[in-house]
């Protein structure tokens, strides 16, 4: 990773430009006053003073008022635990102005869309765990590859399926199969008409009536990425649950 990469992570991360290239700055030389760090982050010396009162603010640098003013830097490990704590409160606080709001709504629209569109690996990750801790009884997943099934995915099923939900994988790789073996999460080999499919990156039953269809980005369109199609508590859901279940079943209970 270059410096550049970390000015960037850093600036995704809440801290203004100055801030970040002065902490950088900072790690490199330990401690110094403004003069050094200015030369270091190439930042002007003007713009050092008002980025470190951010950074201390934040707790992320240590002043000594000496004439002038000394500053040091915290450890690698010690930046990126408060600035993980920060972030950790800020999404703590986000989730719950959205579910204060979700609970707000009064007299919603009955006719909502039954069928939801994903896009992303990160994001159907995501839907995808979220739905595997909705359930209550029953989890059917049909991975594709061993893309489709990063550790946190893997993890989540096996959780559940410890805390007593049937948890089933599907998948023709016996690498995949091979991660749940000393689990309580059961496998099986897919049906040679699924086997054949191409586009589809991952399937996830839920219960009786959830249900995530995930499909592969096509090399043909420029920055397409996977695709997930989900529905949870709908008609749609219910019997496509119903229909893959039947599928399912019958291919278990084959000699």
Known sequence: MTDDDALA??????????????LLGLQSIGTGPARRIAEAADVPRSQVYPAADGLQSRGLLHVQHTNPKEYQALSPDETVGVLRSRLERDLEAAREGLQRRERDQTGADETAEEIWVVRGRESVDARVIELIRNADRRLVAGIAEAEFLPDAVADALVDRAGEGVEVLVIAEDPAIRERFADTPVATLDPPEEVTDDENTSRMLLVDDDGMLHGVRGSDDLPNAEETAFWSQGSGFAELIVSLVESSVSGEEGTP
């Open 9 to 22: 992570a850093l600036e995704r991360l809440g801290l203004a430009t100055n801030e970040a290239k002065v």
